[in-house]
């Protein structure tokens, strides 16, 4: 794996709290209640300030607040954080948010201290709540526009699902009507269960898990991802998909890129797919929860893999990273390193294909 001072992009989860609830997310029970096991934290500026050695990081290009269990903007320190990274490094700051929080006077101040900001909007007005549940329409392109209008640089995502398909080229129109520098459509990956099988209908549920509604897979060929016909191939080929994501030769992603992440609760990931199996109801049903906690006890603790207890520098070049690269050649990898980045697979691609701040997967598949 890279060095420290390799490392040209960080994605930091800055919150595990979000006002949404996004059926396809892992944070919930498909749209209803926030999973019990997951901590809901905040990163706090101090923290920033702190666990990274900055002074080391000198190809670091980008700082993106992402994450995997939350929102940024559920951060109260965001706009200290995003200030403080631009005008202690040379990083560009950037951040993916459903966009309800807040109000346009905050977006407003924002703007001063971000890059860009990718504002997740999957439909219009009688649409964009059916996945971004909670989230109100008007209320997020009100922050966008404040955001657009104090100078920012606001890119639209849009997540096609069926009962927004017919919607995304007039969002496209809207985008540019109101200012945002980009449009990307993202066909998503997510109609799997645990064992990798597409399902064309997902169950929505409210807090008592009972089905509220279905969310189903576009129609239209252009937004259907292709991993269901992948999916087709490696099972004639392998059988199953787990012997599959046993046996595939891999290709970091994240090494190729000079990526890495960190999630709100310490824990650092050469990328966001593998923080992913931590928390979740069908996560910790999967065998790559139980694989994950049994690579940090043979490492000598979790602890070692968190960089609230172990310096960064070390879990990168000489503890957990080191660990998880020798488990890619050997029966203890996870599966999650098999589905993501081997031989026979590009969900991350293709989910993104039209997404243009994502690196192209440029490695030979
Ligand atoms: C957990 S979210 C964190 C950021 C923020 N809360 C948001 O939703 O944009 C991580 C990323 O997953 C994306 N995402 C959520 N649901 C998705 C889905 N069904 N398919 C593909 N990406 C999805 C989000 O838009 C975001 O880019
Ligand atoms: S807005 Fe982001 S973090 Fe919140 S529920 Fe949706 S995908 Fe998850």
């Given at each position: 794996?890279?060095?420290?001072?390799?490392?040209?992009?960080?994605?930091?989860?800055?919150?595990?709290?979000?006002?949404?609830?996004?059926?396809?997310?892992?944070?919930?029970?498909?749209?209803g209640?926030?999973?019990?096991?997951?901590?809901?934290?905040?990163?706090?500026?101090?923290?920033?300030?702190?666990?990274?050695?900055?002074?080391?990081?000198?190809?670091?290009?980008?700082?993106?607040?992402?994450?995997?269990y939350?929102?940024?903007?559920?951060?109260?320190?965001?706009?200290?954080?995003?200030?403080?990274?631009?005008?202690?490094?040379?990083?560009?700051?950037?951040?993916?948010?459903?966009?309800?929080?807040?109000?346009?006077?905050?977006?407003?101040?924002?703007?001063?201290?971000?890059?860009w900001?990718?504002?997740?909007?999957?439909?219009?007005?009688?649409?964009?709540?059916?996945?971004?549940?909670?989230?109100?329409?008007h209320?997020?392109?009100?922050?966008?526009?404040?955001?657009?209008?104090?100078?920012?640089?606001?890119?639209?995502?849009?997540?096609?699902?069926?009962?927004?398909?017919?919607?995304?080229?007039?969002?496209?129109?809207?985008?540019?009507?109101?200012?945002?520098?980009?449009?990307?459509?993202?066909?998503?990956?997510?109609?799997?269960?645990?064992?990798?099988?597409?399902l064309?209908?997902?169950?929505?549920?409210?807090?008592?898990?009972?089905?509220?509604?279905?969310?189903?897979?576009?129609?239209?060929?252009?937004?259907?991802?292709?991993?269901?016909?992948?999916?087709?191939?490696?099972?004639?080929?392998?059988?199953?998909?787990?012997?599959?994501?046993?046996?595939?030769?891999?290709?970091?992603?994240?090494?190729?890129?000079?990526?890495?992440?960190?999630?709100?609760?310490?824990?650092?990931?050469?990328?966001?797919?593998?923080?992913?199996?931590?928390y979740?109801?069908?996560?910790?049903?999967?065998?790559?929860?139980?694989?994950?906690?049994l690579?940090?006890?043979?490492?000598?603790g979790?602890?070692?893999?968190?960089?609230?207890?172990?310096?960064?520098?070390?879990?990168?070049?000489?503890?957990?990273?080191?660990?998880?690269?020798?488990?890619?050649?050997?029966?203890?990898?996870?599966?999650?390193c098999?589905?993501?980045?081997?031989a026979?697979?590009?969900?991350?691609?293709?989910?993104?294909?039209?997404?243009?701040?994502?690196?192209?997967?440029?490695?030979?598949?």
């Amino acid at each position: 794996m890279y060095t420290v001072d390799q490392i040209k992009h960080i994605e930091w989860e800055l919150s595990t709290k979000c006002n949404a609830a996004c059926p396809q997310c892992v944070r919930n029970h498909y749209g209803g209640a926030t999973v019990k096991s997951l901590p809901l934290i905040s990163v706090t500026l101090d923290q920033v300030k702190t666990l990274v050695p900055w002074d080391k990081m000198s190809s670091l290009e980008m700082v993106y607040f992402c994450g995997t269990y939350g929102d940024p903007i559920a951060n109260n320190e965001l706009l200290e954080i995003c200030k403080w990274i631009k005008t202690h490094t040379k990083a560009a700051v950037a951040l993916h948010t459903n966009g309800g929080l807040q109000s346009p006077k905050y977006w407003r101040k924002l703007a001063e201290h971000v890059d860009w900001c990718a504002f997740a909007i999957d439909g219009l007005a009688d649409t964009n709540h059916v996945y971004r549940r909670n989230v109100k329409w008007h209320k997020v392109i009100a922050n966008a526009k404040a955001f657009i209008d104090a100078g920012g640089e606001a890119k639209w995502d849009f997540i096609v699902f069926k009962h927004n398909q017919h919607q995304v080229d007039t969002a496209r129109q809207m985008s540019k009507d109101l200012g945002f520098t980009q449009f990307n459509y993202k066909k998503t990956m997510r109609f799997l269960d645990k064992s990798h099988n597409f399902l064309d209908k997902q169950p929505v549920l409210d807090d008592d898990q009972n089905v509220e509604y279905y969310l189903e897979m576009p129609t239209i060929d252009k937004y259907i991802n292709n991993v269901g016909l992948n999916l087709q191939k490696i099972k004639q080929q392998y059988g199953n998909f787990h012997t599959y994501a046993n046996l595939t030769s891999i290709t970091c992603f994240a090494n190729h890129e000079r990526k890495l992440y960190i999630g709100a609760d310490g824990y650092v990931f050469p990328c966001g797919w593998l923080a992913d199996r931590q928390y979740g109801i069908d996560v910790e049903q999967h065998p790559d929860h139980k694989k994950l906690k049994l690579l940090w006890q043979q490492l000598g603790g979790a602890h070692l893999a968190n960089l609230y207890h172990t310096p960064l520098q070390t879990i990168v070049e000489q503890t957990w990273f080191q660990q998880l690269e020798s488990s890619w050649t050997n029966q203890d990898r996870l599966e999650r390193c098999g589905a993501q980045c081997g031989a026979g697979t590009n969900h991350i691609g293709d989910q993104n294909i039209d997404v243009d701040y994502i690196p192209k997967l440029t490695m030979q598949k």
